[in-house]
């Protein structure tokens, strides 16, 4: 699913934001809330990706990161489709499935989660919603203007790590921060997607 094969189970990385939001002021205080985008990405392949329908060799790991209530399907923008459960208050995970096969797996635990995978971007709330747009991505380092009036400030740290500074009337108002794995956020409608390489998209709903 994504744009370089990584099959591996990130752990999670500390995303700062004090972007303003209309849902649970205790991780969207303008004052500052820590949001970690974890995330499973499988290899880019069908050989790699694992069949939606049966699971073998590590079905017992697989079924235990299935474990909820599924609450909905969602179509993407790239026709893949994501199917959402929820694990418990402020925790959802979703599983993206293209041709029968899991690409990737974006678990939202009390925070947000990113991915971009084959040119589209998505972003999963901890409250369950999702949403995915294709373009607008913008190569770091550098600065770039974003809808609504805010800009962002795109640094590159080191290898695989960005930091994206995003500044509305002067204030910083959210700092998004993909280190070896992408990270997105939320706010007030506004998605954003800061990824592992330094590109940054944005996309209002």
Partial sequence: MRDQAHPHTFSEETLMSTFETRRRTALRALA???LTAALVVPAATAVAATPAGGLSGTASATAKAQIGSVVRTQK?????????TKR????YV???IHGGYVYATLEANQRDAAVKGNGMFVVLTF???????VGGGMQGPGTFSLPGGSTAEVTKVGDHHYIAR???RGFVYATLEANKRDAGVNGNGLFLVLTFDGELSASVR
């Fill in 32 to 34: 500052g809330a820590a």
């Fill in 76 to 84: 993407l923008v790239d026709g893949s489709t994501a199917v959402i």
């Fill in 88 to 91: 418990a208050a402020h925790h």
């Fill in 94 to 96: 979703a599983r993206i």
């Fill in 127 to 133: 409250d369950g919603e999702m949403h995915s747009w």
């Fill in 166 to 168: 995003i500044i509305h």
